[in-house]
C-alpha cells in the first residue's frame, strides 16, 4: 500500500507562483508513476501533469504547458509541480495519486491524497 500527501497550496495573485509536493509512503517499490489531477467546483476531475518512473517521460495537460514543471527527488519519494504564471482558471483543488502515466485517466490511478487547494486570486 502506498500513502501520498500534498502539500504547497495556498492563495495566490494571478501570475504568481506555488509549487506543490506530493510525498510517498508505505510500498513504492512497485510505483510506475505519479500524476497530478485537479478538480475544480461543479467540474471533472482532469489531468495536469504526470511522471514516469520508468524512464522519466513527463507529461502536461495542453492548458499548462510552458507554465508547469513536474520534477521527482527519488531519495524523499517526493514529487513536485511547479506552477508559475497562475491564473484564475487554475483554481482547483490539487491531487497526486499513483499510476500509469501512459494510460492517462483518473479511473486508472490507484492511490490517492488527500488533496491541496489552490485559489488564484486577485
Known amino acids: 500500500q502506498v500513502q501520498l500527501m500534498e502539500s504547497g497550496g495556498g492563495l495566490v495573485q494571478p501570475g504568481g507562483s506555488l509549487r506543490l509536493s506530493c510525498a510517498a509512503s508505505?510500498?513504492?517499490?512497485?510505483?510506475?508513476?505519479i500524476g497530478w489531477f485537479r478538480q475544480a467546483p461543479g467540474k471533472e476531475r482532469e489531468g495536469v501533469s504526470c511522471i514516469s518512473f520508468v524512464d522519466s517521460s513527463t507529461y502536461y495537460h495542453d492548458s499548462v504547458k510552458g507554465r508547469f514543471t513536474i520534477s521527482r527527488d527519488s531519495a524523499v519519494n517526493t514529487v513536485y509541480l511547479q506552477m508559475n504564471s497562475l491564473k484564475s482558471e487554475d483554481t482547483a483543488v490539487y491531487y497526486c495519486?499513483?499510476?500509469?502515466?501512459?494510460?492517462?485517466?483518473?479511473?486508472?490511478?490507484?492511490?490517492w491524497g488527500q488533496g491541496t487547494q489552490v485559489t488564484v486570486s486577485s
Open positions: 495519486a499513483t499510476g500509469d502515466c501512459w494510460t492517462g485517466q483518473a479511473a486508472a490511478f490507484d492511490s
Open positions: 508505505g510500498f513504492t517499490l512497485d510505483v510506475q508513476g
